[in-house]
């Protein structure tokens, strides 16, 4: 927003000019009164933060079903939501349809992958692979811990005791026990 308005010393300086003319000559006359200009320029979307905020306490409040509530998550992200419950596959679709599946799943926790994909025009695999990519579909499942990990892998390099033993020790099958010792799985733990 632009605001242009003449300045008030400059206004003070012109009455002064006035009053000192009118003195020399005998008379004082009475100031013009001066136009300020003011320039507002207005961007259409100017209100647009406040439309989002608006949006997204509706998106959020207490009993939005979840429709409502994926309609709303397209207009707050700019997604064009024929385009997201559309066939097309372009990466950025996808992306954006798992992202809003992702959310409607976390938002709406007993819908089950059947109803999420009816509300998306999609098969629940489609909703169980997106909520896969994300890590929140497998539950935690790991039976070691990464000191166990470290335990086994100290245990691997010494070459003393077989696969099988080390497994049967700390509970898992024998290719859990492979997989650590070929950099398959808990490769970040050293």
Known sequence: ????????SYEQQLIAGYRGAGERLGMVPAPKPLHRSVLIHVRP???????AWRRWQKMYAQGTMPAE???????????DRSVIMGRRRSRSIV????ELIRMTAERYPKLSSPKLGTL???????????LHQDGRARKNTAKLTPDQVRQIKARISSGKEMLKDIAAE?????????????????????
């Open 69 to 79: 509530f994926i309609r709303l998550a397209c207009e707050i992200r700019g997604y």
């Open 45 to 51: 979307d100017a209100n647009h933060h406040v439309v």
């Open 1 to 8: 927003m632009s605001l242009h308005v003449f300045p008030s």
């Open 170 to 190: 700390f509970g898992v099958v024998p290719s859990t026990i492979s997989n650590i010792a070929h950099g398959r799985v808990w490769r970040g733990v050293d």
């Open 95 to 98: 992306m954006a349809r798992y």
């Open 120 to 130: 998306f025009n999609r098969d629940h695999t489609v909703v169980l692979y997106a």
